[in-house]
């Protein structure tokens, strides 16, 4: 018992010291500016399990998967390494024939693309409305064939919009639907359509309450999920020591990002040199920065799963309306000149806020003092 005590005690001094230097940062430059939803507590939190984690795993899921049924959703709940482990789950299942067509929404990350292409699959584009960020179903006619199996709707920057239509149309091609919502998780209001076959949210770095990984896909059908759930089985547990390792990775890049002492010349320097440091940096904040298929086909450790549950916990709507309410408050004082991007979202949260603006000094300026003032 005093052996067990004593072995706690080192390994939670361990995590501390671990992480105390990057979230005693973290603390101040994270809670204030919001690069990453999260504060020291969970740093110190995610690399203490990280080293020392004494979790019922099966009870750590089902807490987890607890929060996700609902009853407008009953859909089963898969909590997976990441949305692109889950995306790429999905598709392993299907094992549809090379050269079988999905049909992607116009703007999703580059990754997703990818895990397409690893699946000898074709990818159909379908635009996207600027004002709604929602596709332009009415497209999808046109763009469907014999060889066309899925549709992918990503809800982007955190708005959504009515999936009714959408996933009546899909059903009408005989299409299942994968709705992606990896950057719009808002709290548990949404828990994706009910309609879709596949609904995924992302708790990677720089999504609201972020775990510093981890996903949830929740599946329409029993057998889908069966068949998902069997195969996941038998891929290999992400190490602890891999979890510990993106923690402290991101602690460090946060503090770069956001630490203007540091980042000012830094970003002179390498400009001087020709560096494009952006480059590096979306590196560094990537879930899988190498051997992407590789990586993401594994199943989130125990330290991971107990950060889901305690962040998924904390989930608190009257943040979600706060942030609603700053960006709101920007979007109405700027100037005509500027398009804001997915203004007429049915539903508008605020994991980004894009705007399209012709360069235009006296805009930038106002944009500039709008969010200092907030
Ligand atoms: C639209 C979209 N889809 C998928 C993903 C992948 O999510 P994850 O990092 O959980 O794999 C992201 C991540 O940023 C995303 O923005």
Redesign the pocket.
Known sequence: MLFVLIGHLVCNMVAFICTFISCFCVRYILIHLHFLDADWRHFIKAAQWSIYSYHNRAQLMESVSLKWRSEHNPNHVLP????????DLFLRVMNYPPGTEIVMSA???P??LRIVHAHSLKIISLDIDIETLAPKIQLLDALVTERTKVLVV???YGRRFNMAPIVAAAQYHGLIVVE?C??SFGGFDYLGFEGSDLA?F??????HHTAF???IAKVRSKDLYEKMSRLYEDDPVQSNTEYLKKVIKYSIAYIFLDCPRVIKPGMYITRLLNIDHKKYVIRML???PDKLMMK?RHRPCDALLAMMALRLGEVDPTAVHLSNLKHEYVSERLPAAVTQVGAKANIINHWLFPIVVVSDFKCIILIFLLWSHI
């Open positions: 997976c390494l990441s949305v692109r482990s889950g995306f703007v999703n990350i990754d997703m990503a809800c982007i992606d990896a950057e995924l992302s708790f990677g770095p720089i999504k990984g981890g996903a990537r879930g899988f993401l």
